[in-house]
């Protein structure tokens, strides 16, 4: 009898994306030993590049659920991977700890109750004469801002990420194409994915990865799949003022929605996935930085050192993400939100499951 790992080195496997989650999934299975091929057309152009790498997992309040059993399966994942992927790049790690700010009083009694009731050690409110709240409220030229922190969450640098698993994946040898799929359809038992080229790629499984652009390969009459797009917007400030010295300020944290991660004493990112459309719009430092009833001094002079967007796709009319085996062989896994590089080694976990089950 052949073992499992024979029969998964003759199953052919395409993924059409190339951003984290097809990454992540072609990590997982090129692991177990299968044949796998990426595709994407133009892969640093994928909704990967706004990513931030917040990973807000303990820090989530809804604790029951699907979304809630996704998050705390990674959050016990991830350091077993971190690990995994040190082999290749030594740097790569997870940068603790994670501050969720607000300069709303309800929002801030709603996290006071949230700490309270789930009594987590890795959750705490952090005191008005915190070090942290301190040099933020100095920093922002504020004294309402307040929040709560989590010692369980944390950042990975998304671009240092991406470059570890390009590694791993070469080192794996992953075939990867710099195709656009137009077409797939089940002939024989087997999936032909057409490249916009018109060459015929056979596989024994097809996954869909591709964010936005996975629903116009398949079916909507039978799946009825919507998703909406989501602009995640992303910018690099910098300031020249000797009043502030960003290294003050937490490695990450988020204040009204927005996520701030200072990069040097005079430089700091500022990120956010809000916004339902396409293309930015040319307000965008305004749109950005305008998370305080007043921006101090140094935020309004900071000039724009780089930026960047993505596009993200968010279901409509069902929760996030998809995850779904729509026909055997045929597996979407896109629709991530803002939760991507979070969700990243759930989702690979999940895909390599159905896929053991197709096959056994």
């Not at 931030?52 to 959050?75: A, E, H, P, T, V």
């Not at 490249?195 to 390969?217: G, P």
């Not at 969700?343 to 976990?349: E, V």
């Amino acid at each position: 009898m052949k073992s499992l790992k024979e029969n998964f080195q003759k199953t052919r496997i395409v993924i059409v994306g190339s951003g984290i989650i097809g990454k992540f999934n072609a990590l997982e299975l090129a692991e177990l030993g299968f044949q796998v091929t990426i595709i994407d057309p133009a892969q640093h152009q994928n909704s990967s590049n706004a990513a931030l790498g917040l990973l807000m997992g303990n820090i989530y309040q809804k604790r029951r659920g699907r979304s809630w059993d996704l998050r705390k399966q990674s959050l016990e994942l991830w350091p077993q991977w971190i690990t995994f992927l040190q082999k290749f790049n030594y740097e790569l790690n997870i940068e603790k700890p994670l501050i969720q700010l607000t300069t709303d009083e309800e929002k801030f009694k709603k996290l006071e109750k949230f700490v309270y009731e789930n009594n987590d050690k890795n959750l705490r409110i952090l005191e008005r004469d915190s070090i942290f709240i301190k040099n933020i409220n100095k920093a922002f030229q504020a004294k309402n801002i307040k929040g709560m922190i989590s010692f369980k969450d944390g950042r990975i640098n998304p671009f240092s990420l991406l470059q570890t698993l390009d590694k791993y994946l070469k080192h794996k040898k992953v075939n990867y194409l710099q195709e656009k799929i137009i077409k797939i359809r089940k002939s024989n038992n087997q999936w032909i994915s057409t490249t916009r080229n018109n060459e015929n790629i056979k596989s024994d499984m097809v996954i869909l990865c591709n964010s936005i652009k996975a629903i116009d390969l398949i079916d909507n009459l039978s799946h009825k799949i919507k998703l909406k797009p989501v602009l995640g917007q992303a910018m690099e400030i910098e300031i020249n003022n000797g009043e502030v010295d960003l290294l003050s300020l937490p490695k990450q944290f988020n204040i009204n929605g927005k996520n701030i991660i200072p990069k040097s004493k005079d430089k700091l990112i500022i990120g956010s996935t809000d916004e339902y459309s396409t293309k930015p719009e040319e307000n965008t430092i305004e749109k950005l930085t305008n998370f305080l009833d007043k921006k101090p001094n140094w935020l309004m002079n900071g000039k724009i050192s780089k930026k960047w967007y993505g596009i993200r796709s968010r279901p409509d009319g069902e929760p996030s993400p998809i995850m779904k085996t729509l026909e055997d062989g045929l597996i979407i896994c896109t629709g991530f939100y803002k939760n991507g590089i979070l969700l990243a080694p759930a989702c690979s976990k999940w895909v390599a499951n159905e896929i053991k089950n197709y096959l056994f």
